[in-house]
């Protein structure tokens, strides 16, 4: 499948204005009625127009530079409704005004029938445990719901709307202008066909009213920051007995005092006293729930072999996020910090002493080689 930016000719960082006129001129260019119904002039021209509604969509385009193809594939958000791309024709209206679309024969969509509602989005912050294990989470969400008094018509109980006299409830009207046909939505109607005049008192003639609604929502084990989470038929209702639009839920993972996480890996710094360093040992490292060798308490043991400098890397394998995907496990990289001792006792400070008269350069192979370093440096510098 084609890059939708190489579709368009245009460069990942094209703002809105150079999308739209790639569009325009490319749209123009292979539009089938322009090209005698030619089939690869169709497919160009169908080709163009998807890669337009991803790019032109801000949420699309997002997940799209995130993900590629997978991320809009399937779950295209805002507006398109099923996992489908923007009807074509509406599209080529949006960029070209209604005039070329009567021209082009595209009468766009018909403003009087059922309408799908908005598609919502909604940020939800989880924690690095929730995101490790998975969770179920209860989330309250502002909606447009149909009135239920007037089941959505608008008008008052024992009425009902009636047919608008101007577009004879098509919603749209037309107009001669020269050589063109030009259509557009009935301005005393809005496009609906029909008309209020007894309305509501409740939806006040919209037919939907506003209200919260709580929904359970499952976070699934080994999401990450950025996450997006799709929930069919949640979003605000449709018009006039269309669907529901789709409610999304955008992921982000509050950042923990304990671990950073790369893709899969957890990383953690755990300080080292400097004789467990010296010698080796065991030390106890943090862990998320649900480790094999994790305690009640989340702790894992760690061997920290003899003569480890600060920034060694101890790496336990499968104990890092689990995979969205797959059941691939990360791992836990453990990053060793060495602790210089302070505030020493009169016997630890001559034990100190002590051990520094009796270490030399097989205890201490760094710092003799950079002794050696500095002195060749200064003899180059001072000629000697």
């Not at 709307?161 to 809005?190: K, L, N």
């Not at 990450?224 to 018009?239: H, V, W």
């Not at 899969?264 to 010698?279: E, Q």
Request: proline share 4%; glycine share 16%.
């Amino acid at each position: 499948m084609r890059d939708y930016y190489d579709i368009l000719g245009v460069a990942r960082g094209a703002d809105d204005a150079a999308l739209k006129a790639s569009f325009r001129k490319l749209a123009m260019e292979h539009h089938p009625d322009r090209n005698g119904g030619c089939g690869e002039a169709e497919g160009r021209f169908k080709e163009i127009n998807e890669a337009y509604s991803v790019l032109s969509d801000p949420q699309k385009r997002a997940a799209y530079d995130r993900f590629g193809h997978a991320g809009v594939n399937g779950a295209n958000g805002g507006g398109g409704g099923n996992g489908q791309f923007h009807d074509v024709n509406d599209i080529f209206n949006e960029v070209f005004g209604d005039v070329f679309g009567d021209m082009f024969g595209g009468r766009g969509r018909q403003r009087g029938g059922p309408a799908r509602g908005q598609d919502l989005r909604y940020d939800l912050e989880i924690t690095l445990e929730q995101a490790y294990a998975g969770s179920e989470v209860e989330i309250t969400v502002p909606a447009s719901i149909t009135c239920e008094t007037c089941e959505g018509s608008g008008a008052k109980p024992g009425t009902s709307p009636t047919v608008c006299g101007s577009c004879g409830g098509a919603g749209r009207v037309r107009a001669s202008q020269g050589f063109f046909s030009i259509e557009r939505a009935c301005p005393r109607c809005g496009g609906s066909g029909q008309l209020v005049l007894d309305p509501c008192e409740d939806c006040h003639g919209h037919g939907q009213v506003r209200k919260e609604r709580v929904l359970q929502v499952r976070i699934p084990a080994g999401v990450d920051d950025g996450a997006r989470i799709r929930l069919a038929g949640e979003g605000d209702a449709g018009a006039r007995g269309g669907s529901r639009g789709d409610l999304y839920i955008f992921l982000s993972v509050k950042p923990h005092e304990l671990f950073d996480r790369d893709g899969l890996d957890l990383l953690c710094t755990v300080p080292v006293p400097m004789y467990v360093a010296a010698l080796g040992g065991d030390i106890e490292a943090p862990c998320l729930m649900g480790g094999e060798n994790c305690d009640g308490e989340c702790r894992i043991e760690v061997k920290v072999p003899e003569g480890s400098q600060t920034g060694r890397t101890v790496r336990l394998k499968g104990k890092g996020m689990p995979s969205l995907r797959s059941r691939e496990r990360g791992d836990l990289v453990v990053e060793l910090f060495v602790e210089t001792p302070s505030k020493l006792s009169a016997r630890q400070k001559e034990l100190m002493r002590e051990l520094a008269e009796l270490s030399g350069e097989q205890q201490h192979p760094k710092s003799a080689n950079f002794i050696g370093k500095a002195k060749r440096f200064w003899e180059d510098v001072t000629g000697a």
